[in-house]
């Protein structure tokens, strides 16, 4: 007598692998490797990249009443191209 597929895979369905449930004891537990101790680092500089970041990014912080007017960056920048758009008809204009 030989077994399905179906029959294996309904046998093995039934069984608890305890997948789903985590321990309530070891909740906190922390689940750092151990390779990835960083308490015996030594020397980090806070802030070492920031101006290489800052070189790198457009960011601009906006009034709280422009924010309202223009609440996304893609309204942002929709308006900022159609006053782009005002400027160069202006100089052209001149």
Known sequence: ???SGLSVQ???HGKSRGF???ENENEFEDELRPEYD???M???V???YAERY???TNLVLLDPDVAQ???TAESVNEALRLLMQIAQRQRAQN
């Open 38 to 40: 960083f308490s015996n």
């Open 46 to 48: 806070r802030g070492k």
């Open 42 to 44: 030594k020397g980090g």
């Open 20 to 22: 789903m449930k985590k």
């Open 10 to 12: 309904e046998k093995q």
């Open 1 to 3: 007598m030989s077994l």
């Open 69 to 71: 007017a223009f609440p």
């Open 54 to 56: 800052k070189t790198g």
